[in-house]
């Protein structure tokens, strides 16, 4: 295995010293020039050279929105939400000016796939508003599951984006934030001390938080030295009711921590896991 710094644009340059024959066999017939030609590998100086010249635009409108920058803007929203809830979201504007600000905000939230491709657009809200001088404003906003609930492809991920443009000014602000519904963990009952060679029973149960139906229904169990990849099938599960299904594992390695895996899966809803730690014996 190596490793390979790729932001390295070179060890050194060299050239042969004067009055002496090149073998490469040492560092006695070498001369070193690199600092004639190149600063210090990741120096401030060096990196601040190289990514300037591509972005001095950028760097020209960034300076002049700090000049111009007189409304503050706060976004919030909740981080702990269970699938099954409503998402609430809050922006505070204020308007640090001595003069009235007219300001074009705009909120677009999208369902997330995990290969970061084919969002869908769950909702968009546009309004125009008028803060007064030394005044501020604050702006709420729900995302109910019925929003989300046909549009997130099983997997419940989004991303919200806030875009706020203050007239008088010219300043955007835009703020992305990425959030998920917390899934329902699923419960692992083991029944018996697990032991070498003897088999015993699984319990696996979670509750469906939505209000509609689950088919396809499956859990996954598997644990190294516990039991080979299981599909274990799972009968259709009514809203808010709650899923169950048993297995048998004959673990075939003993140890102490060994960990065991659970899966739930249906067409409806996907990525619901959960895991424990086991003893087993000889």
């Known amino acids: 295995m190596k490793l390979v710094k790729k932001n390295f644009i070179g060890l050194c340059i060299s050239t042969k010293k004067p009055g002496r024959n090149f073998t490469g066999m040492n560092n006695n017939d070498r001369l070193d ?6 600063m210090s590998q990741e ?4 990196v601040f050279n190289s990514l300037l010249p591509g972005h001095k635009a950028m760097i020209s409108r960034y300076l002049m929105q700090k000049q111009n920058e007189d409304v503050k803007f706060l976004f919030t929203m909740d981080d702990d939400v269970m699938l099954g809830e409503d998402f609430h979201f809050e922006i505070v504007l204020t308007n640090l000016s001595d003069e009235n600000r007219d300001i074009n905000l705009s909120l677009r939230i999208e369902s997330v796939h995990f290969s970061g491709r084919g969002n869908i657009k769950i909702k968009q809200e546009q309004i125009l508003l008028t ?9 709420s906003s729900i995302l109910h599951l019925n929003d989300y609930l046909s549009r997130s492809a ?4 989004f991303t919200a984006v806030v875009r706020i443009i ?3 000014t010219g300043c955007v ?20 001390a697990l032991k070498v060679g003897k088999s015993s029973e699984v319990g ?5 938080p939505l209000p509609i139906s689950l088919t396809g229904c499956k859990f996954i169990i598997e644990g190294p030295g516990i039991v080979e990849t299981l599909e274990v099938p799972c ?3 009514s809203p808010r009711a709650i899923a169950k299904a048993r297995c048998s594992v004959q673990p075939w390695r003993h140890g102490h921590d060994r960990i065991l895996i659970a899966h739930f899966s249906s067409d409806q809803l996907k990525d619901v896991d959960a895991a424990i730690a086991v003893d087993v014996n000889n």
């Open 204 to 208: 696996l149960q979670f509750s469906n």
């Open 33 to 38: 020039i690199t600092n004639q030609y190149k």
């Open 131 to 139: 803060i007064p001088p030394g005044r501020n404003h604050k702006y």
């Open 166 to 168: 203050v007239e008088q």
């Open 235 to 237: 009968k259709k599960v």
């Open 154 to 157: 099983g997997q419940f991920s």
């Open 43 to 46: 120096s401030r100086d060096e």
């Open 173 to 192: 602000y835009i703020e992305n934030r990425d959030f998920c519904a917390k899934m329902p963990n699923i419960n692992i009952v083991v029944s018996d």
